[in-house]
């Protein structure tokens, strides 16, 4: 038999295996949320943000805007919260409106013109397509000596790191993307051709240490969150694979001096 055909008759077996296993969308996805009732700024990296009173904060990615609503009612005088998602950005602005903070906090499709005393990005940086230029980005957007705060998980390697490919744990690293492809197309509008289109960089714990040692920034905080379940097994060796979100503190430094 052919190669090819091999290929396709796998290819069909593992799609059919995925139809029998996870006819709907994956426990992973309709389970209810981890923060419903809970601030996912505070649990995420609350301990991360400092004193917010009368700084300008940039939410890069702000989703439906309630991060950046409640980055304003910390203190924050200002907030620019920026998603590329017309949709998120239309209810985030209602959701402001409700929360009778318009007047603090602003969004938008395309960044500002402006710069931040603190630049905050959750649950992004396994979504962008060129994540190294989104660091540069977001440190010409900070003032001299202003922070970053990122914090981004499941990363690549973890049980559920496919996202909308975890039809069970490590299936994004098990099944052909192919296969996953097809299943997904099944259940969904969007017809992705790969991970990447659909919206995964692969981002491992290892890679985005790199890239943030390699980007222009400081790093004061970098913490690599176990799996609670797993936390015994976490180490140096394991942590690609038992680690469930990633956070971290950057700083832009000062200018040098003329």
């Not at 593992?14 to 601030?39: E, F, G, W």
């Not at 009368?54 to 200002?78: M, N, P, S, W, Y």
């Not at 959750?122 to 060129?130: G, I, P, V, Y």
């Amino acid at each position: 038999m052919p190669k090819a055909e091999r290929l396709d008759m796998l290819l069909a077996l593992q799609y059919q295996l995925l139809r029998r296993i996870r006819p709907v969308d994956p426990p992973y996805m309709m389970k209810p949320t981890a923060y419903a009732n809970k601030s996912k700024l505070a649990l995420l990296c609350g301990h991360l943000l400092g004193d917010l009173a009368g700084r300008t904060v940039l939410d890069f990615g702000c989703g439906d805007g309630l991060e950046a609503i409640e980055l304003a009612k910390l203190g924050a005088q200002h907030v620019y919260g920026v998603d590329t998602n017309l949709g998120c950005v239309e209810i985030a602005r209602w959701h402001a409106e409700q929360a009778h903070v318009s007047h603090a906090v602003e969004f938008f499709t395309e960044a500002p013109q402006v710069l931040a005393d603190l630049a905050i990005s959750l649950d992004t940086f396994e979504h962008f397509s060129e994540p190294a230029a989104i660091l540069r980005r977001l440190h010409r957007m900070l003032n001299p000596g202003g922070a970053l705060v990122v914090s981004f998980g499941p990363p690549w390697y973890h049980p559920f790191g496919g996202h909308l490919f975890s039809v069970f744990p490590w299936a994004h690293l098990i099944v052909s993307e192919a296969a996953l492809i097809r299943w997904r197309e099944d259940l969904r509008e969007d017809r992705p051709a790969s991970f990447a289109e659909a919206g995964l960089n692969r981002m491992t714990v290892t890679r985005f240490a790199r890239l943030i040692d390699e980007s222009a920034f400081n790093v004061e905080v970098l913490e690599v969150v176990p799996i609670r379940r797993l936390a015994r097994l976490h180490n140096r060796f394991t942590r690609e694979l038992f680690t469930s979100v990633v956070r971290c503190r950057l700083r832009k430094g000062e200018p040098p001096l003329a």
